[in-house]
């Protein structure tokens, strides 16, 4: 594929682009945030099905369709807060307000998710989890979107951008620890039942997130903006919207994102299933320690991986990087049909030596990349939009992910899954679980594969693109 790009005044005379002055403080402060990221993206589906499902029989459908409303309500309401924080001018900034209330909201609705009582019928277990899982996204867009732009005026340049973004992929994969393991630890013995174990595991889990989202939000200074940018009168959003969807490169680059999120968020949950139906014959507390061991090798893996990540994209570019990603997600997506056999349980676990990288890699250049984007929208249009550019990506993303909610349930129902017959499942059902497992994944990526060819946005086209911004920016301040 190829982009029309604004011509640059590259090269002879032009200033070098900006070097970024990224502390190893900053870095370590900015990278607590990635924490949320993960937390938002799991847990709340490692607990739905096992809590609502199999604890209080809601029908998978029914959760399908509140996650999927809860994942659009994010998506929307992402590029409303990206605009609002990017015109945003406060005595504390234009992000940390934004960051102070997300953490607190976050926190307080995913402990209230999961105090409620048994019994109480379909209607109302659909109504609760959908109102306080609304309240949990609202306050992660809160958070996340201003955390991102903050991110990017952190981090100027084409390799900085990819180790602060690399921090931030640590933390992520290191709370990736914890949410494998939500669901084993609400079934402890210390606990009178597992719907009692969801309320403290949540409760705990709350306070924790909270805290930890306060520390960026309280610690980290806000870079003071370019005279450029502070002088940026506020931008209505649809307008804002309009000329941000007209970017054909950030438009097949969300496509690439989209594709791939949509394909694993689909099947994520059917790991459970599969683990509980054919590797253990009925067993959930196997079964569920089992996810929590792939989970802990999972996120060990990607946490080694991503000194490699930086290495690879600091070698062959962000572009090239990300498609070998992508490559590995797919292979790995193959082998999952061969590899989950009840004969070798922990066999399954070798396929986390492909997919952890992959993923690992795959979450720190997406970030980078989209920094990136904003410089390039900045070429095309002459103004600053951090939040809203992660924001609009975010939010293309997000609306394929929560159609991955609807198509997850339909899918468990496509197999002829029925919660009432419990170890009892057909054959075909089964096999049905792991080819779809294996099939749609692999799909997803290698469309994304395909969508990547021809990513314009190279080292040395967003070095001339940022050479041209030093300059813009310098006439503007002398006139």
Not at 209 to 237: D, G, H, M, N, S
Not at 293 to 307: E, H, R
Not at 438 to 446: D, E, H, K
Request: hydrophobic content about 50%.
């Amino acid at each position: 594929m190829s982009h029309a790009a604004p011509t640059s005044p590259a090269a002879e005379g032009a200033p070098p682009a900006p070097v970024s002055k990224l502390t190893v403080r900053d870095a370590l402060i900015f990278s607590t945030g990635g924490g949320l990221q993960q937390f938002a993206n799991t847990a709340p589906q490692y607990l739905a099905n096992p809590i609502f499902n199999l604890a209080l029989g809601l029908n998978p459908v029914f959760i399908g369709v509140v996650l999927a409303i809860a994942r659009l309500w994010d998506a929307l309401s992402d590029p409303f807060v990206g605009n609002w924080s990017d015109n945003a001018r406060t005595r504390w900034g234009r992000r940390r307000p934004f960051m102070v209330a997300g953490a607190i909201l976050t926190g307080a609705s995913f402990a209230a998710m999961w105090w409620l009582p048994r019994d109480a019928g379909q209607t109302f277990y659909f109504g609760y989890f959908l109102f306080t899982i609304l309240a949990f996204f609202t306050g992660t867009t809160l958070f996340s979107v201003p955390w991102n732009a903050l991110g990017i005026s952190l981090a100027s340049s084409y390799s900085e951008r990819t180790r602060l973004f690399a921090y931030a992929g640590f933390t992520h994969k290191l709370v990736g620890f914890g949410t494998g393991w939500l669901y084993p630890l609400c079934q402890l013995a210390v606990f009178q039942n597992v719907l009692t174990g969801a309320r403290i595991v949540g409760c705990v889990c709350g306070s924790i997130i909270t805290l930890v989202c306060l520390i960026p939000a309280l610690t980290l200074k806000e870079p003071p903006p370019a005279v450029r940018v502070a002088a940026q009168r506020p931008e209505p959003f649809l307008h804002a919207m309009k000329v941000v969807l007209s970017n054909r490169v950030l438009l097949v680059y969300s496509a690439a994102c989209l594709v791939t999120m949509t394909s694993l968020y689909t099947v994520s949950s059917l790991g459970l299933y599969i683990n509980i139906y054919h590797i253990f014959h009925g067993d959930k507390v196997a079964a569920a320690v089992m996810m929590g061991i792939w989970g802990t090798t999972f996120n060990l893996i990607a946490m080694l991986s991503i000194p490699g990540v930086m290495w690879l994209a600091n070698r062959i570019g962000k572009h090239r990087a990300i498609m070998v990603a992508l490559g590995l997600v797919c292979v790995s997506a193959f082998l999952k049909f061969f590899l989950y056999t009840p004969a070798m349980p922990y066999l399954q676990l070798a396929t986390a030596l492909l997919h952890a990288p992959g993923l690992a890699a795959y979450l720190v250049l997406v970030n980078s990349m989209t920094a990136d984007l904003v410089d390039y929208d900045e070429s095309l249009n002459g103004r600053r939009r951090e939040a809203l550019i992660a924001a609009a990506n975010g939010w293309i993303t997000k609306m394929g992910v929560s159609l991955s909610f609807i198509l997850a349930g339909l899918v468990l129902n496509l197999t002829g899954f029925d919660a009432a017959l419990g170890d009892s499942q057909p054959s075909g059902t089964v096999l049905g679980m792991r080819i779809l497992f294996c099939a749609i994944p692999a799909l997803g990526t290698g469309t994304a594969l395909l969508l990547l060819r021809g990513y314009p946005l190279t080292r040395e086209r967003v070095s001339e693109i940022q050479a041209t911004l030093v300059l813009r920016r310098a006439d503007s301040c002398s006139q």
